[in-house]
């Protein structure tokens, strides 16, 4: 029997795999070199995403309005429902450009080591907005069942967002000093 290349997470390379993957913590390391940062400056997906990006909180923001309405007076669930197919919909959009943008600066589609935890969130927010969209299709859900979806999906948008958020201007902080 010969030894296997294949480590898992749980192996010590493994790990190691994982902690190359992802790079060192950004105090230790500034988010771009400067090739990348002029990549990123000279990209039209740099504008797509700082269009797309508070668009899709606008529409979070309604959205959300919307869901809560709903929830609480037990009316309006129908244009809350649409509501949150145009909220997954920008969130389509965002990743897509944003899997574009990633490749042109870092070049790789996603979990770049840069934006690697953010990348790896963002799944997760993809999979319930996803779900809602199946529940919904699928009327696997009641009203308040699908409404409940949307706020977990919305809460893991938000603290998906505060990620990014906190990640560019920690960039930014770093820059400037």
Known sequence: MGSTTTTSLGSAGGLAALKART????????????????????????????ILA?????????????VLHALVTGRGAQAANVSVLVKAAMLCAIMVTGAIWEH?????YLL????????????????????????????????????????A?????????????LKLRSARLAASA
């Open 104 to 108: 042109r600066v870092f070049g790789c």
């Open 54 to 66: 508070p668009l899709q909180f606008l529409v979070f923001l309604v959205s959300l309005g919307l």
């Open 153 to 165: 999906a919305y809460a893991a948008y938000l603290g998906n967002a505060l990620q990014f958020l």
């Open 23 to 50: 790079g060192s913590p950004p105090a230790c390391r500034p988010l771009y070199t400067a090739e990348q940062r002029r990549r990123r400056d000279a990209s039209v997906w740099t504008l797509v995403q700082g």
């Open 112 to 151: 770049a080591p840069a934006f690697f935890w953010e990348d790896v969130a963002s799944f997760g927010v993809i999979a319930l907005h996803a779900a809602y969209v199946v529940a919904l299709f699928g009327s696997w859900l009641d009203e308040t069942g699908m409404l409940l979806l949307a706020l």
